[in-house]
Structures are given as structure tokens and as C-alpha cells.
């Protein structure tokens, strides 16, 4: 094998250079690769098992002849490992990989001449990280909000009656049977459908169904014309316009629970009040992490906008793959279909990528900021942690330590990440506003 310790007389140049990347071309004399040989052969040699001789007993003559393209590889695989980092050296290049040859050009006799791209971390000096500008919004519980919420806690637990009036409206739930048929008359029965119940008071029911259904009566008979967009997730109904003839078979409501103490009790609280006091606190718990939510994101722009910089590309690659499967897998559990996901892919790569080399340049950002900072996480601090998730699950003291047995990594990298947007907002310039939390409009 070529040896490390002694200098080897090789030629190198830079082809391409940027602050964390380089591509570089070697050419090594015949003299140093015929030496590599002739040692490849030797270990060969020592290991060779031949019918007829023994174990390091073969003749040299028939272990280059029968093995004569393995010591090849072997000793461009060995110079390559003995020059690549010494012509990284050179340009004071620090890879925090090993280099990827990209061209490779040698035969038996001649120059061995290489070409090879290496990626480096970017210096990463943060700046404006201090005194960041901050609007902090924050919305008040009012009774009219509160109200909402206790209205909607009473639509979760609503049932479905007959309708009083026996004619659709807005918010009816419609139990029918329809038949699809495309623009030429032509059946879609897999599209048809027996029993099917439309809510039209949820925002994914069609505008058509809920149009041509309302003011209607049972057994009467309706027909709805939809026109599909050309990226309609199901690929039957995509870019098509279809004809539906709807039979109405009954016309239901939700019947909303009282709202008094028996209500209340049926929510697991001690009375109205309690419920009350109980759906106060979950909004106000949700507006917390609503406001810190968009603190973290104003600071991560703010960031992001004023330390622009090269970052590995290879990273920016993984990166983006993470992305692309995440999004993939989420669609596939929407029941997209395969064509469909493909399509959104391609239409996304740009974005993709553009959020990767986000995600990867705030990485490099936020851990310079600290270590800068001389932040830590403690085995106190997670012990903390730990404690606070044990007073939260009183009885499961001994899951929570085997999770944080676990998943010791990961908590220490969220209560990094809670460090340091703890130190930003502290070292923040910061605009309170304070508003009545907003409501739905009807």
C-alpha cells in the first residue's frame, strides 16, 4: 500500500472552487502506481487459494496472471486514498467527507489521472442575532370567543335527528342516492353511489351538490352538474364535467345538547362553570403556543434574510429528499392517487428544494449561535423535563422514564432548540399587542 507517512510525488489543480465545495484534478506518475501494483500483488499473493498450491505459495507468475485486474483496482483504489486528501491540503480544504471521485482514467503503464468534487462546512459567522424585531400578538379569551368554543364542543357531541321543517338547507345532512355520467351521457358507476350522506354545511361538500340540494324535499329528485379541475386527486373525475341525478331519501339536523350542568357533567367537569373555566384554559393554553409559533417563525425569517451563505449541496440533496417522502407519504394517506402524487412532486421540486437549502442554512445559523452563546442542555435541565412530564402523567412514572431512556437524543435536541429561542427572545426587540381573540364570522 501506498504509505501515508511518506510524501508522494503527485500534480493537482483546482477546476472549480466556492467557499464549501471544490472539484480538483490529480494525475499521479506510473513510477508510484507500478509500486502500488507490484504490493497489491504481493497481498494477494499471501492470501491466494489455488488448487494445487498452498495458501501464500502460489507463483507469483500465475497470481498476476490470474489476478492481474484486482491489483489494478486494488492500487487505484490505494493511491487515490494516499493523494486525494494531500491535494485537499493544499487549498487548505477541509472536507467533512470523503471525497467523491467523479472521472477516473488509467490503464496499465501509464499516468494514473483522477478528477474528484469534496463539500466542506460553510464559516458561519451569524449576524444581527441580537435585537431581532418582534410583533407579539396577543388575543384575549372574550366571552363571545369563549362562547364559540363551548358551541362547538356542544357540535361535536351533537346527534342527527330527523328535520323538523322536512326541506334542506344550509346545514342539513343529506342521506341520497346518485348516478354519475359523463359529458357524453356515458355511466361512471364507479362513481355512483347507494346511501351516501352529504353534510352541507361542511366546507368539503361541493358547491354544486349543495346548491342543487337546497330547498329540496325527500324523494324528490335533483341533478347537479360539477366540473372537475384537471388535478382532481381522483383520476376518474379529474378535468372532467359530470352530470349527477340525486334522489333525496332523508334529510336529517344535528341537535345540539343543552348547555347546563348536565352538559357539563357529560364533559367529565363538576358543572357549567367548571366546564367553562376547563375550555377557558385549553384556548388560552392554544394561544400561547399559537403566539410562539409565530414568534419562532418571525425570528427564523429575520435570520434567514440577513445571513445568506453557500451550504453543502450534498446536505441541501438529503434534505429535500426528507421533504419530498414526507409530503409523498402524506398524500398516499389522503388516498391520492399515484399519477396524482407524481404530478405534485414535479410541480413542487423547485420548492422542495428551495426549503431545503432553508432548513439546512438555518442548521448551520442556529447551532454557531450556540456555541457562540456557550448554551447548554444539563442532565439537570432534562431531569427537569422529566420531572414536569411526570407531574402531567401522574400514575405512568415509569413510562415516562423508559421514553426518556429512549429518546434522550431527541429531547435534548428540543430542549436545544427551547434554549435558543428562549435566548433570541429574551435578546429580542419585542411589540406587544394585545386583541380581543378573534371569531368566526358567519
Known amino acids: 500500500m501506498v504509505n501515508s507517512t511518506k510524501a508522494i510525488d503527485f500534480k493537482s489543480s483546482v477546476i472549480n472552487k466556492k467557499s464549501c465545495s471544490i472539484s480538483m484534478e490529480v494525475e499521479v506518475p506510473e513510477s508510484v502506481v507500478s509500486k502500488e501494483i507490484e504490493s497489491a500483488f504481493c497481498q494477494i499473493q499471501k492470501?491466494?487459494?489455488?488448487?494445487?498450491?498452498r495458501q501464500g505459495k502460489v507463483p507469483m507468475e500465475v497470481v498476476k496472471k490470474k489476478f492481474a485486474q484486482e491489483a489494478k483496482d486494488k492500487?487505484?483504489?490505494?493511491?487515490?486514498?494516499?493523494?486525494?486528501?494531500?491535494?485537499?491540503?493544499?487549498?487548505f480544504f477541509v472536507p467533512f467527507d470523503f471525497p467523491i471521485v467523479d472521472e477516473l482514467n488509467y490503464e496499465v503503464g501509464q499516468n494514473l489521472k483522477y478528477r474528484f468534487s469534496a463539500e466542506s462546512h460553510p464559516k458561519v459567522e451569524?449576524?444581527?442575532?441580537?435585537?431581532?424585531?418582534?410583533?407579539?400578538?396577543?388575543?384575549?379569551?372574550t366571552d363571545k370567543s369563549l362562547g364559540q368554543s363551548l358551541d362547538a364542543l356542544r357540535e361535536r357531541n351533537s346527534r342527527l335527528v330527523p328535520s323538523k321543517?322536512?326541506?334542506?338547507?344550509?346545514?342539513?345532512?343529506?342521506?341520497?342516492?346518485?348516478d354519475a355520467f359523463d359529458g357524453d351521457g356515458k355511466a361512471?358507476?364507479?362513481?355512483?353511489a347507494k346511501g351516501?350522506?352529504?353534510?352541507?354545511?361542511?366546507?368539503?361538500?361541493?358547491?354544486?351538490?349543495?346548491?342543487?340540494?337546497?330547498?329540496?324535499?325527500?324523494?324528490?329528485?335533483?341533478?347537479?352538474?360539477?366540473?372537475?379541475?384537471?388535478?382532481?386527486?381522483?383520476?376518474?373525475?379529474a378535468g372532467k364535467t359530470v352530470m349527477f341525478k340525486i334522489k333525496i331519501n332523508e334529510i336529517k339536523e344535528k341537535e345540539l345538547p343543552e348547555l347546563n350542568d348536565d352538559f357539563a357533567k357529560d364533559m367529565g367537569t363538576e358543572n357549567l362553570e367548571d366546564l367553562k373555566t376547563?375550555?377557558?384554559?385549553?384556548?388560552?393554553?392554544?394561544?400561547?403556543?399559537?403566539?410562539?409559533?409565530?414568534?419562532?417563525?418571525?425570528?427564523?425569517?429575520?435570520?434567514?434574510?440577513?445571513?445568506?451563505?453557500?451550504?453543502?449541496?450534498?446536505?441541501?440533496?438529503?434534505q429535500k429528499k426528507t421533504l419530498v417522502e414526507r409530503m409523498k407519504s402524506?398524500?398516499?394517506?389522503?388516498?391520492?392517487?399515484?399519477?396524482?402524487?407524481?404530478?405534485?412532486?414535479?410541480?413542487?421540486?423547485?420548492?422542495?428544494?428551495?426549503?431545503?437549502?432553508?432548513?439546512?442554512?438555518?442548521?448551520?445559523?442556529?447551532?454557531?449561535?450556540?456555541?457562540?452563546?456557550?448554551?447548554?442542555?444539563t442532565d439537570a435541565d432534562i431531569e427537569a423535563e422529566k420531572d414536569k412530564m411526570k407531574s402531567s402523567n401522574p400514575g405512568r412514572e415509569a413510562s415516562v422514564d423508559k421514553y426518556f431512556d429512549e429518546k434522550k437524543e431527541n429531547i435534548m435536541l428540543s430542549l436545544k432548540e427551547e434554549k435558543l429561542f428562549g435566548f433570541f427572545l429574551k435578546n429580542a426587540k419585542v411589540d406587544v399587542e394585545e386583541k380581543d381573540m378573534p371569531v368566526k364570522k358567519d
Open 47 to 53: 492470501q491466494a487459494k489455488i488448487d494445487g498450491f
Open 75 to 91: 492500487a487505484v483504489e490505494n493511491t487515490i486514498r494516499g493523494t486525494v486528501m494531500d491535494a485537499l491540503d493544499k487549498e
Open 126 to 141: 451569524v449576524k444581527d442575532y441580537k435585537n431581532i424585531p418582534v410583533k407579539k400578538e396577543i388575543f384575549k379569551v
Open 165 to 178: 321543517t322536512g326541506i334542506v338547507s344550509e346545514e342539513s345532512l343529506v342521506l341520497v342516492d346518485y
Open 188 to 192: 361512471l358507476t364507479e362513481v355512483s
Open 196 to 237: 351516501n350522506m352529504l353534510d352541507l354545511g361542511s366546507e368539503n361538500t361541493l358547491k354544486g351538490f349543495k346548491s342543487a340540494l337546497k330547498g329540496s324535499k325527500i324523494a324528490e329528485e335533483k341533478e347537479a352538474k360539477i366540473e372537475y379541475p384537471l388535478d382532481y386527486p381522483n383520476k376518474t373525475l
Open 278 to 318: 376547563k375550555v377557558k384554559e385549553s384556548i388560552e393554553a392554544e394561544e400561547i403556543r399559537r403566539q410562539n409559533m409565530d414568534v419562532e417563525k418571525q425570528i427564523i425569517d429575520y435570520l434567514l434574510e440577513r445571513n445568506k451563505f453557500d451550504v453543502p449541496q450534498s446536505l441541501v440533496e438529503q
Open 330 to 377: 402524506y398524500m398516499q394517506n389522503q388516498g391520492a392517487s399515484k399519477e396524482y402524487i407524481e404530478k405534485q412532486l414535479a410541480v413542487g421540486e423547485s420548492k422542495f428544494r428551495e426549503e431545503a437549502e432553508k432548513n439546512v442554512r438555518l442548521s448551520y445559523i442556529l447551532n454557531s449561535v450556540y456555541a457562540k452563546e456557550n448554551l447548554t442542555v
